[in-house]
């Protein structure tokens, strides 16, 4: 009776070590496909770059991108004065600008264009911890295939993934800065004098958001700035500011 025990017992040990033995080894199977994500995308002898790496350096390069362009865009005349982003009169008031030059209001339009510019200057000053939320929050896929694309194409990616909601957290800066700088003070004239001028000819106000349009504009010229930006980083190695960003694109 003793030895069928003993033998019983010796056997319950045996099973029970061989179902531990299967657990473990599952279980390490799994977690070496989750770290997969972190290992070099080619060999691990080859010191290339894990995808880990890919998508922080992405995220870094639009960072620093970010963080120049605001700079560079929020300080007086960094709208008015850059060709590349001058926000001019609204297009679709364009006939207000043609009517009024034409009646001698040169002086108007130029004010009320600086004023315009002047309130993009202002709203970029608070662009950056959003455009940080969006960038940090954000997961890249294709972080490869976005590496090694175009010269915009992490610009493109965060553009397309973003717009919208920093439409909608951007509007409301606009709008301070629209009030702090007296934007409708500038276009109140200007609507008051072509109201005046087209009373013979039946023609009808134009009234434009202009705040939607200054949204718009300031986020357009930011976004190109922020592109300029990351094709820097691509191609000139003293724009890679950081260890990461020297070996993320001095890779490819």
Known sequence: MYKEIKYIFCFLIRETFIILFIAITVLIFVGCAELNEFMPAVTPQSGDLTRYEIIKGLKEALTVGA???????????????????????????????????????????????????????????????????AITSMTIKDAVGILKGADNAA??????????????????????????????????PIATAYNRIIILTGGSQVNPNLEEYITQKALDGLFLMIAEEEKKIRKDPAARVTYLLKRVFGAQ
Request: aromatic share 12%.
């Open 155 to 188: 610009t493109v990616y965060l553009r397309s993934n973003t717009e919208e909601d920093l439409k909608a957290e951007f509007m409301p800066v606009v709008k301070n800065a629209v009030d702090k700088v007296e934007v409708t003070s500038y276009w109140n």
């Open 67 to 133: 963080e120049n362009s605001v700079s560079s865009a929020s300080v007086v005349n960094g709208f008015y004065k850059n060709p590349e982003i001058f926000i001019p009169f609204p297009p679709e008031a364009v006939k207000v600008k043609n009517t009024l030059e034409q009646a001698g209001f040169s002086d108007l339009i130029r004010d009320f264009e600086k004023s315009i510019n002047r309130a993009a200057e202002e709203a970029s000053k608070k662009a950056f911890p959003i455009f940080k939320d």
